[in-house]
């Protein structure tokens, strides 16, 4: 299979499973963060809530728009500049496909500056992670997909110490809840942006025996076959 493609199907379960290990990645974010306003996280709900579902219609820049919002009424949240970052990727994505269509119609200069976009939305996301690392440093989830992007820029030193430190804090977080399913499958996700796919299935099939209610690992067990 191609390398750009598993990739990109692993990144399907990273956001599958981001909303639940945001919250558990949020432990040490500021005080000002912990300690809001009553009205405060209604506030942040709605306007988080709001750009999702816009992402999840494929209304990118509309959600970028919500999100950018949020962002200037409360800087100091990290999980906006993470779902920024989630976002900026998905229209990276999007430039490639049309990149990779272009170049196979023959439209050469169609398909270079799709992928030169592509990059920069790539670029731009790895800005933004960085962002929500400066805000919260146990951001696992963070450290993860700004790996995943710096690998896809060509920034593959940088990637691989990005996935190296979520690895570290998904290690901590599991030795802590050692049944949660969520923080050992971002764990095979590793694997597999490592470019270790053999040992990403293998990983995922144990998973699965040990978890066999598991959707999750059901899933990623069919899409690493």
């Not at 050469?108 to 690392?133: D, H, L, P, W």
């Not at 990637?159 to 290690?171: H, N, P, R, T, V």
């Amino acid at each position: 299979m191609d390398w750009m493609i598993m990739m990109r199907i692993i990144y399907c379960f990273v956001l599958l499973l981001a909303v639940v290990l945001v919250g558990c990645d949020s432990s040490n974010m500021d005080t000002a963060e912990q300690e809001p306003s009553q009205s405060e996280p209604q506030d942040k709900s709605k306007l988080l809530g709001q750009a999702l579902e816009l992402a999840g219609q494929h209304k990118f820049d509309e959600a970028l728009t919500v999100l950018d919002m949020l962002i200037a009424e409360y800087p100091d949240y990290a999980e906006a500049y993470f779902r920024k970052g989630n976002i900026l990727h998905g229209q990276g994505n999007l430039l490639y496909d049309r990149s990779v269509a272009m170049d196979s119609k023959g439209d050469v200069a169609a398909a270079t500056k799709n992928s030169v976009e592509s990059t920069g939305k790539f670029t731009e996301a790895v800005n933004v992670f960085n962002k929500a690392i400066e805000l919260n440093p146990d951001y696992g989830a963070a450290y993860l997909d700004r790996g995943i992007n710096q690998i896809l820029i060509d920034q593959r030193k940088a990637g691989y110490q990005s996935l190296d430190k979520a690895e570290e804090i998904f290690k901590a977080k599991l030795a802590e809840d050692p049944t949660d399913v969520g923080f050992k499958i971002q764990l095979v996700n590793i694997t597999g942006f490592r470019g270790e796919f053999r040992n990403a299935l293998e990983d995922a099939k144990a998973i699965l025996s040990e978890h066999p209610d598991s959707e999750d690992a059901r899933n990623l067990v069919l899409e690493l076959e």
